[in-house]
């Protein structure tokens, strides 16, 4: 039941006591209905009968609305929706129309009093579809896990039942697809699109696990899908501040107290560096008089009231930064002083 997650039109659910309000939230899905689509159901309008055609529309946009809610609700945390409404509306003019689907509700946190496992409420009555559902999901997690190529009609599947058994493997297959992205777009973009519909908290610390190895690859990944993470990026700072560095001007959907104060703790971090350059007095060859230089960490000479190393291949600073390492934690200090305000 902890995995469960429950969108209901009412405002409580009956032996589930609601823990946390958490916030409104809403989703709009707008999608053309085209020419042909209209013809057809003109026909149908005026013979009579049901439009097939905007039926499938309907169907479609309902359910992509309805994902996006859900995972909105997961990205901040939520267990369930509350409150469930739906609004149809159709958008014309110039000859063309759209539908609109909005979705909205309540997130919450829900309290499940009978901690039980799935078998023991289990149904006694198991419908033909949900079998078939079934072997298909096992079938395509097998494939994958045993290294099968991604094919294209298991993308919808995937997409419209995500599954966290396949994390590690897509990780691994995107890593390798990046590197040859022209090639594989099509496979990246699914499995981006496809980690971004499962709750963060399953998804982030397997892909920060992969950071120090595959930057470049996992840098992209975290930025597309929004993986910006406080509490991981504030252990890789006290291993190595430069690739935190590389990823602290990444997004996430929503911030929490605690990521400010993870935020914050970064920050003093970097702010308190220690120096690994000097200014130092160098003698000016055989009969030259002292001067002070400022020494780099890679034992550059350069003049001491230069910021930055003048060497064309450092440009480091006293502390080992460089000059766009230090504009992005100026950026940083600025989402923080925001964020801070903001939460006043």
Not at 62 to 80: D, T
Not at 235 to 263: F, G, P, Q, W
Not at 285 to 310: A, D, M, T, V, Y
Request: proline share 2%.
């Amino acid at each position: 039941m902890k995995n469960e997650f429950i969108i209901s039109t009412t405002n409580n659910i009956e032996g589930c006591p609601i823990k946390k309000y958490i916030d409104t939230i809403c989703s709009n899905i707008v999608i053309g209905t085209n020419i042909f689509s209209d013809f057809a159901a003109s026909l149908t309008d005026f013979f009579g009968g049901r439009s097939d055609s905007y039926k499938r529309k309907l169907e479609i946009i309902y359910n992509e609305a309805s994902k996006e809610l859900k995972q909105k609700a997961l990205n901040i945390g939520a267990n369930a929706i509350i409150g469930f409404k739906v609004d149809f509306d159709e958008i014309s003019g110039k000859d063309k129309s759209m539908f609109m689907v909005s979705v909205l509700g309540t997130a919450c946190i829900i309290e499940y009093k009978d901690d039980c496992s799935e078998t023991a409420i289990s149904n006694s009555i198991i419908a033909q579809d949900e079998l078939d559902k079934e072997i298909k999901r096992r079938y395509i997690i097998s494939q994958i896990n045993h290294g099968a190529d991604l094919k294209e009609q298991w993308f919808e599947f995937l997409l419209e039942n995500p599954q966290i058994d396949i994390i590690n493997n897509l990780l691994d297959r995107y890593v390798a697809y990046y590197k040859g992205y022209d090639t594989y777009k099509e496979n990246i973009h699914f499995i981006e699109k496809h980690l971004s519909l499962l709750p963060k908290g399953e998804v982030i610390d397997k892909v920060y696990s992969k950071y120090e190895a595959n930057k470049k690859e996992i840098k992209a990944l975290i930025t597309n899908c929004n993986l910006f993470s406080p509490t991981n990026l504030l252990s890789l700072c006290r291993v190595d501040c430069h690739l935190a560095i590389d990823l602290l001007l990444t997004n996430t959907d929503y911030y929490r107290k605690e990521d400010i104060l993870a935020m914050s703790e970064i920050y003093d971090i970097l702010a308190s560096l220690p120096n690994t350059g000097k200014i130092e007095a160098v003698k000016g060859g055989l009969l030259g008089k002292e001067q002070e230089k400022f020494i780099c960490q890679n034992g550059h000479k350069s003049s001491p009231n230069s910021e930055f190393c003048e060497n064309f291949n450092c440009g480091v600073n006293i502390k080992g930064l460089t000059k766009d390492e230090t504009w992005t934690i100026s950026k940083f200090k600025q989402r923080i002083d925001v964020l801070n305000d903001m939460m006043k």
